[in-house]
């Protein structure tokens, strides 16, 4: 064989050490690629492709979510959630977004809880309270990645949390299963178990923008919330106990308006400049939330068997850290996590947030992608 014949062979047999196509048998429409090491432990990216070529990239690192690839009303396909996809931007930019995060997703108030007598001290990183399980949260973490056999398009993570690990107890096996459906459904199926009386609270913090990621504003989405209140916060964001009707209110989502409409509203001796509130949705509502973008004809449609889901509108949105990419700025997308009521192992009459021995905690989330033309 001569030098010329030998030379793409060497590329090809190097490119397969990165980027490995897993069985179409096993697992049709899936592939893995490593990125680099993170404390010892080896950081991928995964590749789903749905029938119709629409993609979504997963990440071992926080369990997140990377990349959603979906057309918009004339067939153009384009990225709509806010993350980096490079190692750096992974494993170095704004670690929430598009992460699994817990142990306990949104705040605790003043960084404790009691439970059985016992008082739970965790550490602070949102002063004065504890945001999203803590400083090495869910999100932080290199998850075991398997990609399971005989299942389409799917992938799933597991982590076990150790008992007090960021001062919360019991050890917990998660399990989150990632499903990319041909009918553009992120499908995302959670699970927990412990060895002691602990506390669970788990969601994803996607950042999305329907124009496509880094393509402006997301003031001219169309936002419906089949929410019929919202639970008051005090000014460090934690619930005052009261579960207030929207009605009459800026936060009534329940009849479809653009995100900044009602931007700039006196409301209870404030001016309402953005949204990080806590919905509670209407049990009886088969969806949670609905989002349409005019300009693109996107629609995302969010459905879960949770309480209630945290609208987030991007005022703080951290700055893009990938050079590749175009700097996010305020407002340049959103998030909706569904959840359980923020602060709740302090607020016994919310619901029940308590995980004991030989219960499993199990959940499901749906973002839904299609056009209105």
Known sequence: MTKRNLFPLFFLILASLFTIPVNGKDSPGVTKEALGNQNGKEVYVFTLTNK?????????????????EVPDKDGNRDNVTMAGETFETITKGDLFGGAVVGRFANRIGNAKFTLDGVEYKLPVNNKPNTLHGGPGGWYSRVWEAEIPAGKKN????????????????GNVHVEVLYTWSDKNEIIIDYSATTDKKTVINVTNHAYFNLHGAGKGYIHDHILTLYAPSYTPTDPTKIPTGEIRSVKDTPFDFTIPHAVSEKL??????????????????????????????PQTGRVMDVITDQPAIQFYSGSGMPRQQDPAAKPTVTRSGFALETQHYPDSPNHPEFPSTVLNPGEKFKSRTIYRFSVQK
């Open 154 to 169: 799917c992938v799933k993570f597991a982590y076990d949390s150790p008992d007090m690990e960021e001062g919360f107890p």
């Open 264 to 293: 700039g509203t006196n409301y209870d001796n404030a001016v309402v400049n953005g949204y990080d509130h806590n919905f509670v949705l209407d049990p009886k509502a088969k969806l949670a939330a609905h989002v349409y973008d």
């Open 52 to 68: 119709a070529g629409n993609i979504l990239k997963l990440t071992n690192f926080g369990a997140k979510i990377v990349r959603i």
